[in-house]
Antibody, heavy 117, light 110 residues
Framework: QVQLQESGPGLVKPSQTLSLTCTVSGGSITSGTYYWSWIRQSAGKGLEWIGR???????NYNPSLKSRVTISIDPSKNQVSLKLTSVTAADTAVYYC?????????WGQGTLVTVSS | EIVLTQSPGILSLSPGERATLSCRASQSVGSSYLAWYQQKPGQTPRLLIYAASSRAAGVPDRFSGSGSGTDFTLTISRLEPEDFAVYYC???????????FGQGTKLEIK
């Protein structure tokens, strides 16, 4: 059973970079044809897809966030990473990593990130 | 960009009743690209339905999905206490790749 676990700072200052890691256990992130997505959930905007990485090396991002987002993987650690630059209070949310293609069939528990000085 | 509008925002029903949740897309979408998720308080979203009408593994058969074009429905035939949660629809578009979620319907105990 593949499990996903997000980790990273729970508090980030405005204008700084949010960095999160998703550690995948029970299976290799480089096997199969899955995409590895980051999705966030805030009270104001509900569920919002941030972007995804495919093991082929391709990435896709939400156009509304594209200029600030980078998603990458570290196969040696079986991890997927998210970097979001120039954060503001509007980036405060629970951040999830999720596996999928057309749908997300496996989610991490999520990690709350608050942007505040 | 596809916008998904869910209705009602809140649905109050009793256990044993039938629940009908709606998801309307701003333009016609392929049924293969419409999914439903359930989220209970403090928990992660759980995939219920994919391709508009196919149940995900382990999902009870009281859950069913239907619809096409712009109008999709999630039906729960007889509500169990554990079904009271928030439900989201999701669309996947592939040109360019993009996932869009509805704002959710909260199903609460009456």
């Amino acid at each position: 059973q593949v499990q996903l676990q997000e980790s990273g700072p729970g508090l980030v200052k405005p204008s700084q970079t949010l960095s999160l890691t998703c550690t995948v256990s029970g299976g290799s992130i480089t096997s199969g044809t899955y995409y590895w997505s980051w999705i966030r959930q805030s009270a104001g905007k509900g569920l919002e897809w941030i972007g995804r990485f495919h093991t082929s090396g391709s990435t896709n991002y939400n156009p509304s966030l594209k200029s600030r987002v980078t998603i990458s993987i570290d196969p040696s650690k079986n991890q997927v990473s998210l970097k979001l630059t120039s954060v503001t209070a509007a980036d405060t949310a629970v951040y999830y990593c999720a596996r999928g293609g057309r749908v997300h069939d496996n989610w991490g528990q999520g990690t709350l990130v608050t942007v505040s000085s | 960009e596809i916008v998904l509008t869910q209705s009602p925002g809140i649905l109050s029903l009793s256990p044993g009743e039938r629940a009908t949740l709606s998801c309307r897309a701003s333009q016609s979408v392929g049924s293969s690209y419409l999914a439903w998720y359930q989220q209970k308080p403090g928990q992660t979203p759980r995939l219920l339905i994919y391709a508009a009408s196919s149940r995900a593994a382990g999902v009870p058969d009281r859950f069913s999905g239907s619809g096409s074009g712009t109008d999709f429905t999630l039906t729960i035939s007889r509500l169990e206490p554990e079904d009271f949660a928030v439900y989201y629809c999701q669309h996947y578009g592939n040109s360019p790749p993009m996932y869009t979620f509805g704002q959710g319907t909260k199903l609460e105990i009456k």
